[in-house]
């Protein structure tokens, strides 16, 4: 399936070209930009389409990347999976400051990332992440050009870096020049250009067992790399993602070299991003049948780590594959006897039998509020109805974390 990204340059006060803004689209056509696609579904598409599908060299070259992250990319820490040395994260102007957002700014810049402000509008309220930022992008089209100097004057004197975004005319262009402007963007330059590249899906039971074989306390690398050996797409995925974690310090040479680049925790994250970017999800329903079945995973999973620490990783696999059916509209049998599940995973979704069926049932009830019957299952698998809280909410926070990196 082909991907499409959008770039439009950044330029600074020489005519050198800098940076890239990229933006998701979902056609050729500039202005296709995904009408039924919320703002942290577009920054984390943008951000596998980048990274994976097209990559960065392809994209910017040897200049930097500026990607918009959104709340929820933001609390999720999304950014963690850029290259911190070959991109600048802008923070949109929707992002409100509170002090998880704040937080959250404050471990990404801690990390070493680049801060951009996107539109911003200075208020008293915003200091907390004008302290952090390196770059501030303000709107220009239609503004005062003396407010405009006053302002990039004020921001300078703190050492910040001012671009003047939406320039359109040249009148508009030296405005910015005699203003202070460092950075500039706009029509005037140059509208996005839609890049294209080809999404290339790996097999659905081949990423269930590898993100399993992740979630394993025994982990073993030789056996994860004869999974990803088993798939080329799956493989060419993983090399992608290796060579964009390397932020340019030597090539990829085998699959075991490119697992421990990446590291176990940011490559089963991108796992399960795969594994969401290989069903349809065209139509609302499509997303929430995705969004229920990565919730009924991790709430396995959080309730087996309660009671049986060990079989943690069968129930995450247990609970995702309960919904892998109607999401991927493959028979559950087709899926059990692709993946070649355990006995005990096999029991608890055909069966709903055995010591993972329970954690199944529980989500179930709680999914369709049949609270009487969750109290209880819950009883009696030891649980209080404050811990099975405890758990949903913590699954829902999870699945936030997984759905913006797609």
């Given at each position: 399936m082909d991907v499409y990204v959008a770039r439009?340059?950044?330029f600074n006060s020489l005519g050198a070209v800098v940076g890239y803004e990229l933006l998701y689209r979902e056609g050729t056509v500039d202005n296709s930009a995904g009408d039924n696609c919320d703002s942290a579904t577009m920054s984390a598409r943008t951000i596998v389409s980048s990274l994976v599908d097209i990559g960065l060299a392809e994209l910017v070259g040897s200049s930097r990347a500026w990607i918009n992250i959104p709340e929820a990319a933001l609390l999720e820490d999304a950014w963690s999976l850029l290259d911190r040395t070959s991109c600048v994260i802008e923070v949109l102007e929707t992002v409100p400051v509170t002090e998880d957002t704040t937080a959250a700014v404050q471990r990404m810049v801690s990390a070493g990332y680049e801060m951009a402000l996107d539109d911003f509008v200075n208020t008293p309220e915003h200091e907390p992440f004008l302290s952090k930022a390196?770059?501030?992008?303000?709107?220009?089209?239609?503004?005062d050009p003396l407010a405009l100097e006053e302002q990039v004057r004020a921001y300078r004197k703190r050492g910040l870096t001012v671009l003047a975004e939406r320039i359109e005319t040249q009148q508009q262009y030296q405005a910015c020049l005699r203003a202070g402007f460092e950075l500039f963007q706009g029509y005037y330059f140059a509208r996005p250009e839609v890049m294209a590249g080809v999404r290339v899906a790996p097999q659905v039971p081949v990423l269930a067992q590898a993100i399993n074989k992740l979630a394993d306390d025994d982990f073993n690398v030789r056996?994860?790399?004869q999974t990803f050996q088993g798939?080329?797409?799956?493989?060419?995925?993983?090399l992608r993602i290796a060579n964009s974690a390397a932020h340019g310090n030597g090539s990829v040479d085998s699959v075991r070299k490119a697992i421990a680049m990446v590291g176990r925790t940011s490559l089963r994250r991108w796992l399960v991003v795969l594994l969401?970017?290989?069903g349809p999800q065209k139509r609302g329903e499509d997303s929430e049948r995705f969004r229920v079945a990565l919730e009924r995973a991790r709430f396995a999973e959080l309730v087996m780590e309660r009671l049986d620490r060990r079989r943690s990783p069968s129930a995450f696999l247990a609970g995702l594959l309960s919904m892998l059916d109607v999401v991927l509209g493959v028979p559950l049998e087709e899926i059990i006897t692709m993946v070649n599940v355990s006995d005990e995973?096999?029991?608890a979704l055909l069966d709903r039998l055995g010591p993972l069926a329970g954690p199944i049932l529980l989500s179930e009830h709680c999914e369709l509020g049949l609270w009487e019957a969750?109290?209880?299952q819950a009883k009696e698998l030891g649980l209080t109805p404050e811990e099975v809280q405890q758990i949903v909410l913590e699954a829902a926070?999870?699945?936030?974390?997984?759905?913006?990196?797609?």
């Open positions: 439009q340059p950044i390196r770059v501030i992008k303000l709107d220009v089209l239609g503004k056996e994860l790399e798939d080329p797409s799956l493989t060419y995925k993983l969401a970017a290989s995973v096999r029991y969750a109290t209880g926070r999870w699945t936030r974390s997984v759905r913006s990196s797609l």
